[in-house]
């Protein structure tokens, strides 16, 4: 016996063995559990019983995340079965099915997927998509020879669903052209402003780039030899003044970005994680890090500073005392990002009166830690940087660019742009760290309350506006930053995102994919900077401070 029944807002339905004994039980509201507004939410539907046809109406459950097929005469899957976006748990086992619908494919929130005991010799490609899999159950299928030699090994479910993935054709996409948005005027009259652009781009290492991070991928469209051209072609595109990469492996930089970069006009300095010092000189080569290329026709580089702040940390650490700082040094020393400060002076900058000192440029490229469980180091790696910034030239307008890996609401936002953030923010996870920032606050005799910079930055993007940076399966939004000085510079225009529609209707559900090569978005911006003129008898004042 199989009855169904629709009641109101809720949907009951049983199911019989033939011996009379209910297959599974369920919780059925009465009509006073119902007047009372008792939930009646159901998310599992159970249907056997030698069905041979299943009605249209069950594709319309799109709540649904368990459903139950198993034990029946089916001999097909209707490809609407792809309106059930939310199903975890798929069971079609033990029925009469002779082929799949590609579409399955789309169903990838599937968490287990029953397809044992039923008449398949081959397998969609399609249903490689599915990479979020943990339970895929082939067992008596007729597979066909290719199929079951793979099937057979060991973590065989796994490795049959790689082998689909990257045997499946993915369409050639012609990713729609990014749209300038432009934002200010230049002002034509101001003969002491220079014009210059900077990009800042993620390029995702391929150590990090892994089908355990990103299932959804292909293995041939992660490696490195495919994606390093896209990302070179991306960075050319642009043809900014100034770009920041994070994520270069070192190896990567000298011999493959650095030689390409100076065929275009680029030359461009490298500085790895603090990890490389202590390993030898060929598995340092594998290390990643920041790499700053600057166009050598607009600019001379003075001087670079690399930043570490595991080293910030150990000394803020002495400052305070080691007995003192032992959760501080086991939060924020063992992790070894860094940041590279470029100091440089433009060589086309309009000069009069007499007045030839070139105008200087301070360019800070950063990359701080990840994981969202430990917002408190972000914050302190962003404090630390901005006080060794202090410390290099104060006085030099500022672009800090980078992946900041925090969102626009966090604390390091808050700080950068607003120049302060209190000890009792939340990001800070009630962890007492005023003591190793005394000195760094309006009242420099007494522990702050709060902690303070004066380079006065602002957003090169409308962060209300840019809907993400970073485009994975598990988050999308905004973790890559521009800031310039806002006392000495405006942004005249930016690059916006690709158009989320495209992503939707290209089915893409993250990136890297084969038409995008990493999992971050590429910013740029124009700025156009309002310098003093400057002589080469006056003390030059911005660089005296800078090693």
Known sequence: LFFISFANDYFVYKMYKDDGKSKRTHKILSAEEIANGKDSRWTELEISGTVRNLSPKIWCLHYITHLYLNENILTKVPAEITNLTSLVHLDLS???????????????????????????????????????LQVFNLDGNPLAPDFESIYSEPQGPTKILQHLLDKLNFPKLERPERKWISVNSP?????????????????????????????????????????????????????????????????????????????????????????????????????????????????????????????LAMEKAKMNGAS??????????????????????????????????????????????????????????VLLFMNELKRIA????????????????????????????????????????????????????????????????????DLSKIPYTNFTYDFKGVIDYIFYSKSSMKPLGVLGPINLQWFKDSKIIGCPHPSVPSDHISLTTELEMTFTPTNHTSENSQTSSFH
């Not at 990469?245 to 990567?252: A, G, I, R």
């Not at 060589?347 to 440029?361: C, I, Q, R, W």
């Not at 307008?397 to 000890?423: A, K, M, R, T, W």
């Open 94 to 132: 033990k029925n009469m099915l002779r082929n799949l619908p590609p579409h399955m494919g789309d169903l990838v929130t599937l968490r287990e997927l029953y397809l044992n005991n039923n008449y398949l010799r081959m397998i969609p490609f399609e249903l490689g998509k599915l990479f979020q």
């Open 187 to 311: 002002d034509k009259l101001n003969k002491n402003a220079v014009i210059f652009t900077v990009m800042t781009y993620n390029v995702l290492s391929e150590k990090y780039g892994t089908r355990q991070a990103y299932g959804y991928c292909p293995s041939w469209a992660l490696n490195w030899d495919y994606r390093k051209r896209y990302i070179l072609n991306d960075i050319l595109n642009q043809s900014a003044d100034i770009v920041c990469l994070q994520e270069v492996v070192m190896d990567e930089f000298h011999h493959f970005f650095l030689p390409e970069m100076k065929k275009d006009g680029y030359e461009g300095v490298f500085f790895p994680k603090s990890r490389a010092k202590t390993m030898s000189e060929s598995e340092a080569k594998t290390v990643d890090g920041c790499a700053t290329f600057y166009k050598t026709r607009r600019f001379t580089l003075v001087k670079e500073h690399p930043v570490e702040f595991n080293q």
């Open 324 to 381: 003192k700082s032992e959760e501080f040094l086991n939060r924020v020393m063992t992790r070894d990002n860094i940041g590279l400060v470029c100091l440089f002076e433009f060589k086309d900058a309009p000069v009069s009166n007499g007045y030839n000192e070139p105008p200087k440029l301070m360019v800070s490229n950063l990359h701080i830690h990840w994981d969202p469980e430990f917002c408190d180091v972000k914050l302190i790696q």
């Open 394 to 461: 104060e006085n030099v307008p500022l672009v800090l660019c980078g992946d900041l890996n925090s969102l626009p609401q966090s604390g390091v936002i808050h700080f950068i742009e607003h120049g302060y953030v209190p000890f009792d923010h939340a990001d800070f996870k009630d962890i007492d760290y005023k003591q190793y920032f005394k000195g760094l606050s309006s009242d420099s005799n007494k522990l702050p309350t709060e902690v303070t910079h004066k380079f006065g930055l602002s957003s090169a993007y």
